[in-house]
């Protein structure tokens, strides 16, 4: 009968294209990349490993100990982006991302609830990704940190028509718009919008987000303004509510986002 008596199976069980395609594994990576404070590091470790099962208890526990919007930030939000680098470096595929994506919203939605509500609202700002574009996973990470600056965000979700997005800022009167776009064939769906808005007497500032869209694309339309991370956005809402309109914003961007 075969023996494995012997055998090193850490040779075996691994898979194969981690040792040829990447130099660090993802525990190497995990210990460089997840957070030292032990409360955010075993936030963060739970979305990394796709804990979808345990994140519950975990960041209810967590909340006890920190700020709930940091343990968003710095633990889940923070998870999240070591799994992009993952798979950035061809070590996680699209399912883990996808896991690691809902473990991350199933413990936002827990400690949003125990962000300090009341206040009163600074703004409402209308949320989407674009027309034909299914991509939500970085949008809903700006929409937390908005809500949790004191906005009331308005998300239409995902694959908005251009023409819905535009009836929604004419009904609600947004500070400003925001779109995802991860895809190049659907960024286009902001100047579209832009133009209807402006054509309608608007003048209210269309912000391109996403990984398809960069600052000289989303400054290309009138009414158009660009945040590439969610926590400028934050920044960039705070100078519209000072007075600052989409021409200031793109002069001043670099001043306002500290870049
Ligand atoms: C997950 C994923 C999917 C999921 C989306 C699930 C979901 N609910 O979002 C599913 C499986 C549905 C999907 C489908 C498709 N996908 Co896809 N997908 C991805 C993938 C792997 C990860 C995207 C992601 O969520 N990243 C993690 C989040 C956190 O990052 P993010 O969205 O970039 O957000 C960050 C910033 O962009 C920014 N941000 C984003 N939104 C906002 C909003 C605001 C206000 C602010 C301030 C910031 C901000 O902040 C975030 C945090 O840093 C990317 C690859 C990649 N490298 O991005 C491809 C990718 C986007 N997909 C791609 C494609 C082509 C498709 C498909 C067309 C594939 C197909 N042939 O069927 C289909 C779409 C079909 C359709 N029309 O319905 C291409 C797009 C190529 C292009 N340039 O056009 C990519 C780049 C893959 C590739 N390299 O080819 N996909």
Same mark, same amino acid.
């Given at each position: 009968m075969l023996s494995c008596e012997g055998a090193d199976f850490s040779k075996v069980l691994k898979r194969y294209d981690i040792d040829l395609q990447v130099e660090m594994t993802p525990q190497e990576m995990a210990a460089k990349l997840l957070p030292a404070d032990p409360v955010f590091h075993k936030v963060a470790e739970e979305v990394m490993y796709m804990r979808f099962k345990t994140v519950g208890p975990v960041v209810a526990? !967590?909340?006890?100990e920190r700020d709930p919007l940091d343990v968003i930030n710095k633990g889940l939000v923070a998870g999240m982006e070591i799994v992009a680098k993952l798979y950035a470096e061809h070590v996680y595929y699209l399912p883990e991302i996808m896991m690691a994506a809902k473990t991350m919203e199933i413990g936002i939605a827990l400690a949003e609830k125990q962000v300090p509500g009341g206040r009163e609202s600074k703004a409402t700002i209308v949320m989407h990704a674009a027309e034909g574009d299914p991509h939500d996973i970085g949008k809903?990470? !700006?929409?937390?940190?908005m809500r949790s600056s004191g906005?009331?965000?308005?998300?239409m979700g995902?694959?908005?028509p251009v023409v819905d997005a535009v009836a929604k800022v004419e009904e609600v009167k947004p500070l400003f718009i925001s779109g995802t776009a991860l895809m190049t064939t659907t960024m286009t769906a902001f100047p579209a919008e832009a133009k209807m808005l402006k054509d309608k007497g608007y003048n209210t500032p269309v912000m391109g987000c996403g990984g398809a869209v960069n600052r000289e694309y989303a400054n290309s339309y009138d009414l158009g303004i660009y945040s590439e991370k969610a926590p400028q956005t934050p920044l960039i809402a705070q100078k519209l509510l000072d007075g600052y309109d989409w021409q200031k914003i793109r002069e001043e961007w670099d001043n306002i986002v500290g870049e």
């Open positions: 526990q !967590a909340i006890k809903n990470i !700006a929409a937390v940190m906005y009331t965000v308005i998300d995902r694959d908005v």
